[in-house]
């Protein structure tokens, strides 16, 4: 059963920063969950948005309202303040590129589970190269972990659902969101190992899931009660807010 902090411990630092990746890490988490959005110039670069303003201080450097991640270069990223807006004591914190990111959580000894948000396959097998030990990389996008895993196959990776576009990169037509057998059979093709899926999850789909070789977590939950009806239910791990209130909770229950 592993605790995944959700962009590091949110409740203790900002999120989707190296502070808030060093708390979770001292909080016990056995793996990290950050986001990757691709610069105007190609650099994978950590932060959840596709704009800038909700968490750093674009809006006082650039006088448009909404700044997207894509229109700036990555140097321009790198020189924001992304600490500020969640407390005094971050003041100057930056927005990381992934490779620093990672090279970060990996001198810690954890495992970084990576959304990707946006950019090609080739920006990211460049990035991480034909294997690593360390990374999960994930997508809603199966089209996309499906043309990733043919360039690398060497690297683990996650299937976000429910999906916004399938293999075959249509979106895919109304169906519930619960984790079902059709699902299953859907992401067959992406050549992920994990799915990491809503709370919408039940002890038979995880078990069919399980019986594929595919360990399940669920994303996000920050109620007790409810995760620990997860790990009765089978589920491999959750990605949580409150890395040290559930861990404790889940912990004891073991």
Same mark, same amino acid.
């Given at each position: 059963?592993?605790?995944?902090?959700?962009?590091?411990?949110?409740?203790?630092?900002?999120?989707?920063?190296?502070?808030?990746?060093?708390?979770?890490?001292?909080?016990?988490?056995?793996?990290?969950?950050?986001?990757?959005? +691709?610069?105007?110039?190609?650099?994978?670069? +950590?932060?959840?948005?596709?704009?800038?303003?909700?968490?750093?201080?674009?809006?006082?450097?650039?006088?448009?309202?909404?700044?997207?991640?894509?229109?700036?270069?990555?140097?321009?990223?790198?020189?924001?303040?992304?600490?500020?807006?969640?407390?005094?004591?971050?003041?100057?914190?930056?927005?990381?590129?992934?490779? =620093?990111?990672?090279?970060?959580?990996?001198?810690?000894?954890?495992?970084?589970?990576?959304?990707?948000?946006?950019?090609?396959?080739?920006?990211?097998?460049? /990035?991480?190269?034909? =294997?690593?030990?360390?990374?999960?990389?994930?997508?809603?996008?199966?089209?996309? /972990?499906? =043309?990733? %895993?043919? /360039?690398?196959?060497?690297?683990?990776?996650?299937?976000?659902?429910?999906?916004? %576009?399938?293999?075959?990169?249509?979106?895919?037509?109304?169906?519930?969101?619960?984790?079902?057998?059709?699902?299953?059979?859907?992401?067959?093709?992406?050549?992920?190992?994990?799915?990491?899926?809503?709370?919408?999850?039940?002890?038979?789909?995880?078990?069919?899931?399980?019986?594929?070789?595919?360990?399940?977590?669920?994303?996000?939950?920050?109620?007790?009660?409810?995760?620990?009806? /997860?790990?009765?239910?089978?589920?491999?791990?959750?990605?949580?807010?409150?890395?040290?209130?559930?861990?404790?909770?889940?912990?004891?229950?073991?």
């Amino acid at each position: 059963m592993q605790i995944i902090g959700h962009r590091g411990y949110p409740e203790k630092a900002p999120e989707n920063t190296l502070p808030s990746f060093a708390r979770a890490i001292e909080a016990g988490a056995d793996m990290i969950e950050l986001d990757a959005q +691709v610069s105007r110039d190609g650099v994978p670069m +950590v932060i959840h948005d596709d704009t800038l303003s909700r968490t750093t201080n674009a809006r006082r450097i650039w006088p448009r309202r909404h700044v997207r991640v894509s229109d700036c270069k990555a140097v321009e990223l790198g020189k924001l303040d992304a600490g500020r807006w969640f407390g005094p004591e971050f003041a100057g914190t930056r927005i990381s590129t992934l490779a =620093e990111a990672l090279e970060f959580i990996r001198r810690r000894g954890s495992v970084a589970l990576v959304e990707r948000k946006s950019g090609a396959p080739k920006i990211y097998t460049e /990035l991480l190269g034909p =294997e690593a030990a360390d990374v999960v990389l994930m997508s809603f996008d199966w089209k996309f /972990l499906r =043309e990733f %895993h043919d /360039l690398a196959p060497g690297i683990a990776i996650g299937a976000l659902g429910p999906p916004s %576009h399938l293999v075959n990169g249509r979106k895919p037509r109304r169906r519930f969101r619960r984790l079902s057998r059709r699902w299953l059979e859907d992401l067959a093709g992406t050549g992920a190992s994990l799915i990491s899926w809503n709370r919408q999850v039940s002890a038979a789909a995880i078990q069919l899931a399980h019986d594929r070789g595919l360990k399940v977590l669920v994303y996000t939950t920050d109620n007790i009660p409810v995760s620990r009806r /997860l790990v009765k239910a089978g589920v491999d791990g959750v990605i949580t807010n409150r890395v040290t209130r559930i861990r404790e909770a889940l912990l004891s229950k073991i």
